[in-house]
């Protein structure tokens, strides 16, 4: 699942009334249910891309990763799995 997210920079008001979502504004994130599938489609942005945040385990994900790919498109790569909680 790709799902976008738009980002206004604190002037919400003045975007929504000129709404131009390219660039900057836009960021993409891949939903996928396994690390492999992760791992795969982050090393494929990478190629001539940037790292914008590493892979690390956050308390919602086992994966969650940010990279801008050779486009100039944002995303974010996020397993559907959440770290199991241990007591304690």
Not at 13 to 26: N, S, Y
Not at 43 to 59: A, D, I, R, S
Request: proline share 7%.
């Amino acid at each position: 699942m790709i799902t976008p997210y738009l980002s206004f920079n604190g002037n919400c008001k003045d975007a929504l009334e000129f709404i131009t979502p390219i660039g900057d504004c836009i960021k993409l994130s891949a939903t996928v249910p396994t690390g492999k599938d992760a791992v795969a489609i982050f090393e494929g942005l990478c190629v001539g891309g940037v790292v914008m945040l590493p892979p690390n385990e956050t308390f919602y994900s086992v994966f969650h990763a940010a990279a801008t790919d050779k486009f100039g498109t944002n995303w974010n790569v996020v397993v559907e799995e959440a770290p199991k909680q241990t007591n304690g």
